[in-house]
């Protein structure tokens, strides 16, 4: 049995580490399974390299740091070719293809269009449970841009600017499931040139029937960081100030999480079909940066049990009792 092999992501980052070795020969050797879940715990953000590209050791990978945990909403395409389905989510573009969960959906940003583009989030924010982490595989890499971002919420905390910091901590910001980027109104730096996809359409009965949920722009973890942990994308405004002064506050503070992204805050993931990797979606912001429209990209989700506890529903309703009009 060998072990593996741990490095920093970046030397200029705080978070974030490479793992390499982890294969069916070690992966349920405890010492190594104890290892990586302190690191995990650690460093927030872990990148296995030269992986068995399978759905198998997809979920193999994601049970070391937890139970799966399905996705919240019915309509989110699921990974029927997986092993286990539970909570395994199946994002595929095909281009050219006019029907399918994300058909479409092109934006234009510094003049470029894109598809595919994911806004910076954390993963239910319109829930009152979070998931602990996800895993992330991607079968086809676009072979150009096409990368997902990571941003870590504790690096952010501490270079976030310190006016918009002290006048957003202890605050909740409210959110919903619309995913439409049509709807979006915070942090916008995109145009969107031909509409939504079919899935966040498909999404909007569900959306009705979602109270709206409340989550702290920032929260401190039990080892003692604050965590700045911003979703510019769902999110309608901050709780108890849902005016013009509050508006104006939350769109300045999603266009600085939009300004960290592209410092030492953030790492951008460029993928290879044997890469894995997991986040702390407790911790972590995340985004995807698009790519051109003629190149397809797949990429599948497990999802990972757990919850910081800190998320509720509006008014104290579970899905399902209240029903919301949806433009």
Not at 97 to 123: K, M, N, Q
Not at 149 to 175: K, P
């Amino acid at each position: 049995m060998t072990g593996i092999s741990v490095s920093d992501l970046r030397e200029d980052m705080s978070f974030g580490s490479v793992v390499s070795g982890l294969g069916w020969s070690n992966i349920e050797d405890e010492a190594i399974r104890q290892r990586l879940r302190d690191l995990f715990k650690q460093r927030g953000l872990l990148v296995f390299k030269d992986m068995e590209p399978s759905a198998r050791m997809q979920v193999a990978v994601s049970r070391i740091f937890g139970p799966l945990k399905d996705h919240p909403t019915k309509g989110t395409p699921r990974d029927e070719n997986g092993e286990d389905v539970v909570g395994v989510i199946d994002m595929h573009y095909v281009p050219g293809a006019d029907t399918g969960a994300y058909a479409g959906g092109r934006v234009e940003i510094d003049g470029v269009a894109l598809t595919r583009f994911s806004p910076w989030h954390y993963d239910h924010c319109y829930n009152d449970e979070l998931n602990y982490a996800g895993v992330l595989r991607s079968p086809v890499p676009a072979p150009e841009r096409g990368r997902t971002g990571f941003m870590d919420g504790v690096e952010a905390y501490r270079q976030f600017s310190s006016e918009l910091r002290a006048r957003i901590e202890g605050r909740n910001i409210i959110h919903t499931l619309d995913t439409r980027l049509t709807r979006m109104r915070f942090g916008v730096n995109f145009k969107v040139l031909d509409g939504d996809p079919p899935i966040t359409k498909d999404l909007l009965k569900e959306v009705a029937i979602f109270p709206r949920a409340m989550h702290p722009a920032v929260w401190t973890r039990p080892s003692g960081e604050k965590v700045m942990h911003i979703s510019p994308w769902m999110a309608v405004g901050i709780e108890h100030m849902e005016d013009e002064q509050g508006d104006a506050l939350f769109d300045a503070v999603c266009h600085e999480i939009n300004r960290l992204g592209k410092g030492t805050s953030a790492y951008w993931h460029d993928w290879s079909a044997t890469d894995m990797l997991i986040w702390d979606n407790t911790r972590m912001m995340h985004a995807v940066e698009g790519c051109d429209p003629k190149y397809e990209r797949h990429t599948i989700r497990s999802t990972i049990k757990g919850d910081y506890g800190l998320g509720y529903f509006e008014d104290g309703k579970k899905i399902g009792e209240v029903f919301r009009e949806v433009a």
